[in-house]
């Protein structure tokens, strides 16, 4: 089964909200861990990034945060738009070659 | 740089017919990979590839070969579709090299349907 999932599928926020969502992975061995944003009919981009070094990094108005101890992987959007609606994946990489596991992802959905 | 580009953007088939999805990217990236995507599902992997003449198996690759003559191109084709198969399939590519390049770029992703 999905060593990453997600604890919660849908998030609905009103526009200018903080958003949080969040992923737990079942791998202690997994190094670096990625956040996706995938828009309606577009494939996955980038957002940002977390190697196991580290317990949080920020972005532009994103920031990622990683609990080892529970194995727990975080993205927070601070003032959340329209145009973050989408759905977000975590990513976990496990070994050599970059072979990333993607959890199930979550569908934020921004009220105006 | 036109990125990662994938032809066609739809196709439908029938089951046991064949056909390859087509992957190029420009960015001189080292590393590809194809990953198909199913309702309600993250992205599973299918085949990847470090270089030009080396592939290997992802955690789904049955029902599908793959080749990389090129570092440009990374066909995925399908010998024998089946409605299983019917899905939304993406190519990804990065570089090798550790730091900010370790992202993985996407293309925009075939809808494969098999009647």
């Known amino acids: 089964g999905e060593s990453v999932g997600l604890h919660l599928p849908t998030l609905s926020v009103q526009e200018g909200d903080n958003s949080i969502i969040n992923c737990a992975y079942s791998n202690s061995a997994s190094d670096y861990f990625i956040w996706y944003k995938q828009e309606s009919g577009k494939g996955p981009q980038f957002i940002i990034d977390?190697?196991?070094?580290?317990d949080k990094r920020q972005g532009q108005r994103v920031t990622v945060l990683l609990n080892k101890t529970v194995k727990h992987l975080s993205l927070q959007i601070a003032a959340t738009q329209p145009g973050d609606s989408a759905v977000y994946f975590c990513a976990e990489n496990r070994g050599s070659n970059y072979k990333l596991t993607f959890g199930k992802g979550t569908l934020l959905t921004v009220n105006p | 740089n036109a990125g990662v580009t994938q032809t066609p953007k739809f196709q439908v088939l029938k089951t046991g017919q064949s056909m390859t999805l087509q992957c190029a990217q420009d960015?001189?990236?080292?590393?590809m990979s194809w990953y198909r995507q199913d309702p309600g599902m993250g992205l599973r992997l299918i085949h990847y590839?470090?270089?030009?003449?080396?592939?290997d198996q992802g955690e789904v690759p049955n029902g599908y070969n793959v080749s990389r003559s090129t570092t440009e191109d990374f066909p995925l084709r399908l010998l024998s579709a089946a409605p299983s198969q019917t899905s939304v399939y993406f190519c990804?590519?990065?570089?090798?090299?550790?730091?900010?390049?370790?992202?993985?770029?996407f293309g925009p992703g075939t809808r494969l349907l098999v009647l």
């Open positions: 960015m001189n990236h080292e590393y």
């Open positions: 590839s470090v270089g030009a003449g080396i592939t």
């Open positions: 990804a590519s990065r570089q090798l090299a550790g730091g900010n390049q370790e992202t993985q770029y």
């Open positions: 977390i190697r196991s070094n580290m």
